[in-house]
């Protein structure tokens, strides 16, 4: 089981940077972080709402990831 709560342990680190990396990239209405990280790719990528959509759903994966690994962590780890 050591090996169990191993994989896990690094599952939920690797969600738990994921999400927040997603929600950070994420434009707000106010665009106050996000807005001064994207601000320079704007005129590269170009800003579109198909971005923002994508870093939602990202989001909600990497939430629910991290949500049961710390839910398996709590079982296994024990």
Avoid: N, P, R, Y
Wanted: without cysteine.
């Amino acid at each position: 089981m050591d090996w169990l709560s191993t994989a896990i342990t690094i599952i939920h680190v690797i969600a738990s940077l994921g999400l927040i990396a997603a929600i950070v990239m994420q434009s707000g209405k106010s665009a106050g972080l996000s807005g001064s990280i994207a601000g320079g790719s704007e005129s590269f990528f170009g800003k579109s709402k198909g971005i923002d959509a994508l870093l939602v759903k990202v989001s909600t994966v990497l939430a629910t990831i991290f949500l049961l690994s710390a839910l398996g962590l709590s079982i296994f780890a024990a």
